[in-house]
């Protein structure tokens, strides 16, 4: 729990087969090649002193305080930038560096304010180390002339970034800043305008943080050595004494991250040095925006009523418990054991999801659990199941920097998963090809130093045709890898699929105008994918949430198995999961077919080892998925449901369906921080915790289990496993845990793929990709290396079929949804921080053609009418969309993107179809009608809310 | 539940496994995943459906395979 700062070695790790050994102040020390002397002192306790280097970004060799002595070469090389050599003789100290030394820092100081004890880096300040470190009495060139700092010369503190601050007057000008923006982040927003003495840091064209290209991902406020770049939280509280290791709560790269603490109050959270996810690097989200968690809006009392018009009553834990259980059980004797049931959350650990899917198979007696990965990735789990035979991507995120081309599919890493969209613009700079197949064009088509090879600009919902498009080239223009084939795969499978694309109708020119993609663009990128080396391809939900969404997922599958892109580093299948523990979630046993490890309800082997565990009998039949749910609340025969942290009022399609299937339930029980839009057609409120609160693990994208730490006791009183667990008991299905570590021993004993895992490994190895037992003991980074899961690889039939949802002359207009960087999926979490100032509205892209022939200007509220309803949005003009599609996000309530969202979904999974809607879009000045009655509404549930000092006095 | 949703939902699954070369293969899919995959009040209302109406709205090859589906259980009444 005491403060942890990580060790600097000053330039980056490499990796050699061939070592370096050499003697550092006598010491015999022996390095990779290609380590620099500075790295090759520090990892052998050595210290040199050092400003303009640290570990995350390449040396720069400016500061000249690094300098050191080497046998036989003239002068005083900077350590940073000398490469260790075999049998070099390197001495760090010596009367004459001291003086160097010493003088270099003599110049800094003079040009640097000396207010060391109201700093706000007092404490932890690598100028004032270093000062120390060289002996540093006095400066003889005096504080006056021309400066930097005094009033006259400081230019104004930035405070244009709601998390932190530029003050340029504490700045010594070392580019850490500006080669973290480059280096690490790839924004490119920094630069070092002017020379000699007027030699200055500046953000995009000279101008405020804030409006300039900077996406706040605290790279630049990581690398600062002194207080010029500050977190504004630590300006406020000082340093932090304590920190915690934990795992970011936001996207499924699944961040590590520092908790630093002062007592039960978090200063900052600061990327984790050694997250194997991450490597130090974060995002706007997870390194600034974790403020929501002690939001006023946070509510801590148990809250119960009889119906949605009522009052909440703040009751005890007790009584809410009781009352929640007595309403299930007298929804079940009345209208049988499978009129309830239970949603888990990708927002909650491993071990929470674990413990409501138990609870409903072995307290309801029913399979009627379901998660939120079912509209979003369920069709992953499916697809990949079938094709490869385990329902989980097949590679580590660092996989991606051996890649030579790498294909992202309807995913838009550097807004929906940053961390790794850094790393993956990383391996672009150093040369790998592109491919975007993207009806958008998203950022990395075009960013600083990145432009794509090609970029397959497809129609909304034709993923499949120009999935078999590319396949049909790879087949006809023999770029089959047949040696993988052979041996890998299905001979069978193969042959009908090969059969099958090979078809004239699989052509890219005779998909050329389903697609909208020319032809030979198609065969392009077909061939560069197929030609590679190593090509992966990373895909998101453009790529799931539609009609096709499975027969998509199985399409990308047999690609990369047809080009033999499995089973190494660099190649693979990357489902890029939306939320932090999506992956775990699913790995949990939270769909209603199958129990933890994927394995189906109607396996009697599996369900005896569960039965013999839980002590009870469990249903062989699939249950209710959640749209099933709905539909049977809306024809009466489901009447109870138990939501953990998913708000699905907000987040499901169709959302006046959703909601008239809520208000048709007897006893809806929600758990979660807020009182959110699915809490509002709620009878009972459990409070929830976040992230800070409890102790757990979460899974993220790459199969990583990672440890979630407690850093605050849970605001409510309870962490949501408690909640859970005490829910059980009350229902009269006992659960007795003390601590989560004791659910996963339990995951671990029952799911082969959790057999080697517990917390103590955990804590080992720092984190564990799954499969993890007694053949894998470390964990397995790449899968199916050697054989696919499944025996052998199984190619899939899959064949175009139009969406239902088509444009005509009432709906002209294909609607497509997505994410933004600023916010994070339903927005509870982020509209309640400062993020809202960079995304503070949900709007509705549309081309500039299609905005002029509606006589659309930039800002103009728009009506935007589908099939299942109408809302108001303010219209953005761009180019990013193509002529025909406009696309929005759906980060806040009352904009309502899922009121125009329709019922069609994925037909294995039910995953919805968010990525097409037709629509029409046409000025309005007033909102619609939905929105009126959704503002009436809103406002008379947070009115029935009790008076904030009457909860808290229960 | 909507008779229309759960035709309109059989079709879909029809659609995807009616394209394989093997159509005895793939109507025995059609079967196998909605065995796995629906829930017995939707299999006992698709089942009910096909035979009140002989399959009205769906395609042959799913008829076909609901056909061949074991009746569901009957939904216990009380926990």
Same mark, same amino acid.
């Given at each position: 729990m005491s403060l942890h700062r990580d060790h600097d070695y000053g330039t980056p790790a490499r990796v050699s087969e061939h070592w370096i050994d050499l003697t550092i102040d006598g010491l015999p020390v022996s390095v990779p090649e290609g380590t620099s002397v500075m790295r090759a002192a520090e990892e052998h306790g050595i210290r040199i002193p050092k400003l303009c280097a640290t570990d995350s970004i390449e040396p720069f060799g400016s500061c000249r305080l690094c300098l050191v002595e080497i046998e036989g070469r003239r002068g005083y090389p900077a350590s940073c930038t000398t490469l260790a050599e075999a049998g070099m003789e390197v001495r760090t100290q010596s009367s004459e560096l001291m003086e160097l030394r010493r003088n270099v820092m003599e110049l800094y100081i003079s040009d640097h304010p000396l207010d060391c004890l109201t700093c706000s880096a007092n404490g932890n300040c690598e100028l004032q180390d270093m000062a120390g470190v060289v002996g540093l009495r006095e400066v003889r060139y005096g504080m006056q002339g021309a400066n930097h700092f005094d009033a006259e010369s400081a230019r104004p503190k930035d405070t244009s970034n709601p998390y932190f601050t530029f003050d340029a007057a504490k700045c010594i000008v070392c580019s850490r800043c500006v080669r973290a923006c480059e280096e690490v982040q790839g924004t490119y927003a920094l630069t070092i305008s002017g020379r000699g003495f007027e030699s200055r840091v500046a953000a995009g064209q000279d101008e405020p943080f804030m409006t300039s290209e900077c996406v706040s991902c605290g790279a630049c406020v990581q690398a600062c050595p002194t207080a010029t770049l500050m977190e504004k939280s630590v300006i406020e509280m000082g340093q932090a004494e304590q920190s915690v290791v934990t795992t970011c709560a936001y996207c499924g790269v699944g961040c590590g991250f520092k908790a630093e603490t002062k007592g039960n109050q978090v200063v900052r959270m600061v990327p984790w040095k &050694?997250?194997? *996810?991450n490597h130090g690097h974060s995002c706007v989200k997870g390194r600034?925006? %974790?403020? =929501? *968690?002690?939001? @006023? &809006?946070?509510?801590t009392t148990p809250m119960i009523r009889k119906s949605i018009q009522d009052p909440w009553q703040p009751v005890s834990w007790d009584e809410a418990l009781s009352y929640a259980a007595s309403e299930f059980k007298r929804i079940q004797a009345q209208y049988g054991r499978g009129a309830v049931g239970g949603i888990t959350s990708s927002r909650c650990t491993n071990e929470e999801t674990y413990l409501v899917q138990k609870l409903v198979r072995a307290a309801f007696g029913n399979n009627n659990v379901d998660t939120c990965a079912r509209v979003c990735h369920s069709p992953t789990g499916y697809g990949l199941k079938q094709t490869l035979g385990e329902s989980a991507g097949t590679q580590t995120f660092d996989s991606v920097l051996q890649a030579d081309v790498v294909m992202v599919i309807g995913a838009n890493p550097t807004d929906g998963h940053p961390v790794f969209g850094s790393q993956l613009k990383r391996r672009l700079r150093e040369g790998a090809r592109l491919i975007v197949v993207d009806p958008r064009g998203i950022d990395l088509v075009k960013s600083p130093h990145i432009r794509a090879d =090609?970029?397959?600009?497809?129609? @909304?919902? +034709?993923n499949v045709a120009i999935l078999d498009a590319l396949a049909h080239v790879v087949v006809t223009e023999g770029l089959v890898d047949e040696t993988f084939v052979a041996e890998r795969c299905e001979a069978d499978s193969f042959a009908a699929w090969r059969d099958f694309v090979a078809l004239p109708e699989n052509s890219p020119e005779s998909l050329e105008a389903t697609i909208g993609v020319p032809a030979e663009q198609v065969r392009g990128a077909a061939r560069l994918f197929a030609e590679a080396g190593n090509a992966a391809i990373y895909y998101g939900l453009g790529v799931t949430e539609h009609s096709q969404g499975s027969t998509a997922v199985m399409g990308i599958a047999n690609l990369a198995m047809a080009t033999g892109n499995i089973g190494r580093l660099g190649v693979g299948v990357n489902p890029l999961r939306g939320q932090n523990n999506v992956q775990g979630s699913c790995d949990m046993g939270s769909f209603p077919h199958e129990l933890p490890g994927y394995r189906h309800v109607s396996d009697a082997a599996t369900r005896t080892l569960f039965e013999g565990e839980w002590g009870v009998q469990i249903d062989p039949e699939p249950g209710l998925r959640i749209p099933n749910m709905f539909e049977a609340a809306l024809d009466g025969s489901f009447k109870g449901l138990y939501c953990e942290g998913e708000d699905i009022v907000q987040s499901d399609p169709n959302t006046q369906h959703v909601q008239a299937a809520l208000s048709a339930m007897e006893c809806l029980v929600v758990q979660d921080i807020f009182l959110n839009e699915t809490a509002k057609f709620a009878h009972v409120f459990l409070p929830g915790s976040s992230f800070l609160e409890k102790d757990g693990t979460f899974t993220n994208a790459e199969r990583r289990i990672s440890m979630v730490r407690k850093v605050m006791p849970p605001l409510g009183g309870k962490a949501d496993w408690e909640v859970t667990v005490a829910l059980a008991n009350a229902l009269g299905y006992p659960m007795d845990y003390g601590h989560p570590s004791e659910i996963m021993d339990e995951i671990a004993r029952l799911t082969p793929t959790f057999h080697g895992v517990s917390y103590d490994r955990i804590e080992q190895l720092g984190s564990i990709q799954w499969p993890c037992n007694e053949a894998q003991p470390d964990g397995t980074p790449i899968m199916h290396v050697d054989a696919f899961v499944r025996g052998k690889g199984r190619f899939m039939v899959t064949r175009y079929i139009p969406t239902d949802e088509r444009v005509n002359q009432r709906f002209p207009l294909l609607l497509t949804t997505g994410r933004i960087l600023s916010q994070y999926n339903v927005g509870a979490q982020t509209r309640r921080t400062p993020n809202v100032e960079w995304h503070g509205e949900d709007r509705i892209e549309l081309h500039p053609h299609d905005a002029e022939e509606r006589g659309i200007r930039e800002g103009d509220w728009v009506g935007v009418a589908s099939r299942a309803g109408e809302t108001v949005l303010r219209a953005t003009i761009t180019e990013r969309v193509q002529p025909g599609v406009v696309y929005t996000t759906f980060h806040f309530p009352e904009s309502g993107a899922n009121v125009i969202t329709t019922d069609n979904s994925d %037909?294995? +999974?039910?995953? @919805?179809? =968010?990525k097409v809607t037709a629509v029409q879009v046409v000025q309005v000045d007033q909102p619609s009608e939905w929105q009126k009655r959704y503002r009436r509404f809103s406002k008379a549930q947070l009115d029935l809310l009790p008076r904030k000092g009457k909860r808290e006095a229960v | 539940m909507d008779i229309q949703n759960l035709v309109k939902m059989a079709n879909s699954i029809g659609g995807f496994f009616g394209a394989w070369p093997d159509r005895k293969q793939g109507r025995d899919e059609i079967a196998s995943h909605l065995t796995r995959f629906w829930d017995p009040r939707m299999r006992a209302q698709i089942v009910a459906h096909v035979e009140t109406t002989g399959g009205e709205g769906l395609d042959t090859i799913v008829v076909e395979a609901i056909r061949q589906l074991e009746a569901p259980p009957v939904v216990q009444p009380t926990a």
């Open positions: &050694d997250g194997q *996810a600034f925006a %974790w403020g =929501y *968690a002690t939001h @006023p &809006d946070r509510i =090609y970029h397959l600009k497809l129609l @909304p919902g +034709t %037909w294995a +999974t039910n995953c @919805p179809e =968010y | -």
